[in-house]
């Protein structure tokens, strides 16, 4: 039933040239060009990026570029790996694909009595969500799907992000989660081949991760409510925005629409806000994790499970039929993970129990100028309702703290024409 694969599917076999060029542009005489035509990409340049590697300047590999195809992996993996916002990715939409037939992961390392259990617990939620799917959008519907889910996906990432994220699947947070490790042991094979030793040196280099606190305790299923909270802002943001605008000269100081307008308001990066975002599902926290520029703090998948809030879409609490399959839906998962840790479940694979709809509570810092675009993405009416209502939610407690330059924020046909094309709601909001 599994096929947990991690596949490197493009690779830039000339960047072994332009990783070896870049060791030596810094400490030998010669133009870029010069210094590139003396790398061969041969085991004279592998030897010299060890060396080089091994002092701590990895930079150098940044130049190599790979495409990775994670191909029938859990949401739980998928969750892991996007968190690494140095990447790109693309990842199949359970918004709008019909998932049915998608199947399930079944972590190693069960006994037979909480396979058992695993098992007939998830063929249940597979059920639910295709007699849901029959009452409600399959956005909606979705909530019920498992974190065992097969998902696919592509990311994009140089070497030096992925060499990272490989050692966080082996001896960082991913350790002890079967599946992760099995996935990192895949990668680490096949970078092996064309940088031999240099994932090694990096799993050899001294540093302890934090050992996870995983749950096991779950509580009764319990309707959550959503929200955000502003923790943490500039005191005087206008006045630092003042203070950048006269330092760089180019607009007007304190003229804040012209900046939000800038095609690089830089500026605006120097004011950081802080929120904590209470009640948000799992599927929400996927559209939260993929803005890369930002810092979160993002609890385990277990803990959504284990406090049993979820959510309740209106299109299910409006729908008799719909809301008494969701809500038994999270009734039967809460009893069949209390029978797997009666069973002896280890904390990892009873990850695998939490469903899409489960919430959890994130930290997130965003500065102004990636507000812009958060706001922009996630404000808009074709935005996932959950995460249009969190946005919203955000952009009023910053207009608030600071009406003048926050109330010119917005969804993104606030700064011009629609880009969602036949999409479009066909409702634009003032221009700023």
Same mark, same amino acid.
């Given at each position: 039933?599994?096929?947990?694969?991690?596949?490197?599917i493009?690779?830039?076999?000339?960047?072994?040239? !332009?990783?070896?060029? $870049?060791?030596?542009?810094?400490?030998?005489?010669?133009?870029?060009?010069?210094? /590139?035509?003396?790398?061969?990409?041969?085991?004279k340049?592998?030897?010299?990026?060890?060396?080089?590697?091994?002092?701590?300047?990895?930079?150098v590999?940044?130049?190599?570029?790979?495409?990775?195809?994670?191909?029938?992996? $859990?949401?739980?993996?998928?969750?892991?790996?996007?968190?690494?916002?140095?990447?790109?990715?693309?990842?199949k939409?359970?918004?709008?694909?019909?998932?049915?037939?998608?199947?399930?992961?079944?972590? +190693?390392?069960?006994?037979?009595?909480?396979?058992?259990?695993?098992?007939?617990?998830? *063929?249940?939620? /597979? +059920?639910?969500?295709q007699?849901?799917?029959?009452?409600?959008?399959?956005?909606?519907?979705? &909530?019920?799907?498992?974190?065992?889910?097969?998902?696919?996906? &592509?990311?994009?990432?140089?070497?030096?992000?992925?060499?990272?994220?490989?050692?966080?699947?082996?001896?960082?947070?991913?350790?002890?989660?079967?599946?992760?490790?099995?996935?990192?042991?895949?990668?680490?094979?096949?970078?092996?081949?064309?940088?031999?030793?240099?994932v090694?040196?990096?799993?050899?280099?001294?540093?302890?991760?934090?050992?996870?606190?995983?749950?096991?305790?779950?509580?009764?299923?319990?309707?959550?409510?959503?929200?955000?909270?502003?923790?943490?802002?500039?005191?005087?943001d206008?006045?630092?925005?003042?203070?950048?605008? +006269?330092?760089?000269?180019?607009?007007?100081?304190?003229?804040?629409? $012209?900046?939000?307008?800038?095609?690089?308001?830089?500026?605006?990066?120097?004011?950081?806000?802080?929120?904590? !975002?209470?009640?948000?599902?799992l599927?929400?926290?996927?559209? &939260?994790?993929?803005?890369?520029?930002?810092?979160?703090?993002? #609890?385990?998948?277990?803990?959504?499970?284990?406090?049993?809030?979820?959510?309740?879409p209106?299109?299910?609490?409006?729908?008799p039929?719909?809301?008494a399959?969701?809500?038994?839906? /999270? +009734?039967?998962?809460?009893?069949?993970?209390?029978? *797997?840790?009666?069973?002896?479940?280890?904390?990892?694979?009873?990850?695998?129990?939490?469903?899409?709809?489960?919430?959890?509570d994130i930290l997130?810092?965003?500065?102004?100028?990636?507000?812009?675009?958060?706001m922009?993405?996630?404000?808009?009416?074709?935005?996932?309702?959950?995460?249009?209502?969190?946005?919203?939610?955000?952009?009023?407690?910053?207009?608030?703290?600071?009406?003048?330059? /926050?109330?010119l924020?917005?969804?993104?046909?606030?700064?011009? #024409?629609?880009?969602?094309?036949?999409?479009?709601?066909?409702?634009?909001?003032?221009r700023?």
């Amino acid at each position: 039933m599994n096929n947990s694969r991690a596949v490197i599917i493009i690779e830039n076999r000339d960047a072994l040239r !332009v990783a070896a060029a $870049s060791a030596r542009i810094s400490t030998q005489q010669g133009t870029a060009l010069e210094i /590139f035509d003396r790398s061969q990409g041969d085991e004279k340049d592998l030897k010299l990026l060890n060396k080089v590697l091994s002092s701590g300047h990895k930079s150098v590999i940044e130049h190599q570029t790979f495409s990775v195809a994670f191909n029938d992996v $859990s949401v739980l993996v998928e969750q892991f790996v996007i968190e690494a916002r140095l990447a790109s990715y693309t990842v199949k939409s359970r918004r709008y694909v019909d998932f049915t037939q998608a199947g399930y992961v079944v972590p +190693e390392g069960m006994t037979e009595a909480q396979r058992a259990v695993f098992e007939r617990a998830m *063929a249940a939620r /597979f +059920e639910d969500y295709q007699r849901l799917m029959a009452l409600v959008p399959k956005e909606d519907a979705r &909530f019920v799907l498992p974190y065992c889910l097969r998902s696919n996906f &592509f990311m994009t990432v140089n070497a030096r992000e992925l060499i990272a994220l490989v050692c966080a699947m082996l001896k960082g947070r991913g350790r002890g989660f079967a599946e992760i490790e099995a996935l990192g042991r895949q990668l680490k094979d096949q970078l092996d081949r064309l940088y031999p030793g240099v994932v090694d040196a990096e799993l050899s280099r001294p540093g302890e991760y934090a050992p996870l606190s995983l749950p096991t305790d779950i509580h009764d299923p319990a309707e959550g409510v959503g929200g955000a909270e502003l923790l943490s802002a500039p005191k005087d943001d206008l006045g630092l925005l003042r203070s950048a605008m +006269e330092f760089s000269g180019r607009l007007p100081a304190g003229d804040c629409r $012209s900046l939000v307008l800038d095609a690089r308001p830089r500026e605006l990066e120097l004011l950081q806000y802080v929120f904590r !975002v209470r009640n948000i599902s799992l599927a929400c926290l996927t559209h &939260f994790a993929r803005h890369r520029i930002q810092s979160s703090v993002i #609890p385990p998948v277990v803990t959504a499970l284990a406090g049993g809030s979820h959510v309740v879409p209106t299109t299910v609490r409006d729908n008799p039929e719909a809301l008494a399959i969701y809500r038994k839906a /999270f +009734e039967k998962q809460a009893e069949a993970a209390r029978e *797997a840790v009666a069973a002896g479940i280890s904390p990892e694979n009873l990850s695998y129990f939490a469903m899409s709809g489960h919430q959890l509570d994130i930290l997130l810092a965003m500065n102004a100028r990636e507000l812009i675009h958060f706001m922009k993405l996630r404000t808009c009416s074709r935005a996932q309702w959950e995460i249009q209502g969190v946005a919203g939610s955000m952009l009023a407690l910053l207009k608030a703290h600071t009406p003048s330059l /926050f109330g010119l924020y917005g969804p993104s046909c606030r700064f011009g #024409p629609c880009p969602e094309g036949r999409m479009s709601c066909g409702k634009p909001h003032d221009r700023i």
